[in-house]
């Protein structure tokens, strides 16, 4: 199973993919946690990219699928992937889809967390003030940078899907058990028993 969780920055889909992966045993693929991990580890990844995820900008596309050919590899034997995070431009969607098929692997299910992202802005914003261990990239400023980038670069791949796929639509507004529940309908209806 291949999954593509998509949204805005905050709209709950590393929340959900975690949840995904306890119950199915599925693997996680956010690129943003990878990033983080390299940034947290001093590697030479972690040294390019420290800049940019503090502007709230995109790493650049050939280094992001660089890593995902590793991780795609990596994964071989597992039962799915949760691709969160990735894919956040039309490159990355299209190079997505030919690394899939050198592997003989598809894209299962797609499923778009549609929110209100003035709501989401307060939220979050509200909680990075709330918190103890606040992202680099969690503040007002560069919150809007992210939502920005995310209107102008990612939201375009969702029409790019659309060509060839159904995209499922979560209202993401709702309580974290209910997109829950929706969510694992999806799985269970797309799973083959
Ligand atoms: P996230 O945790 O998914 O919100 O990602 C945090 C930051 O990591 C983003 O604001 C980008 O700077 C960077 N990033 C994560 N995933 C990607 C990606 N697929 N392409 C480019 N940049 C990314």
Request: proline letters at 3%; a negative charge.
């Amino acid at each position: 199973m291949n999954l593509i969780l998509l949204g805005p920055p905050g709209c709950g889909k590393g929340t959900q993919a975690t949840y995904i992966v306890k119950k199915y045993d599925y693997v996680q693929l956010s690129t943003g946690d990878m990033l983080r991990e390299a940034i947290k580890n001093n590697t030479p990844t972690g040294k390019v990219v420290k800049d940019v995820l503090a502007s709230g900008k995109l790493v650049n596309n050939e280094l992001i699928m660089q890593i995902m050919k590793e991780k795609i590899e990596e994964t071989a034997t597992s039962p799915g992937r949760i691709f969160d995070g990735f894919p956040r431009t039309l490159s990355q969607a299209e190079s997505l889809n030919a690394l899939l098929s050198q592997n003989n692997l598809s894209i299962d299910l797609l499923i778009e967390l549609v929110v209100n992202q003035e709501e989401l802005f307060e939220r979050i914003t509200k909680r990075a003030s709330e918190s103890e261990s606040v992202r680099d990239d969690d503040n007002a400023d560069v919150l809007r940078k992210r939502l920005d980038v995310y209107n102008k670069e990612t939201k375009p791949i969702i029409a790019f899907y659309e060509k060839d796929f159904f995209v499922n639509k979560i209202d993401g507004m709702q309580d974290i058990s209910t997109v829950n529940k929706l969510i694992d309908k999806l799985i269970e209806n797309n799973t083959k028993h």
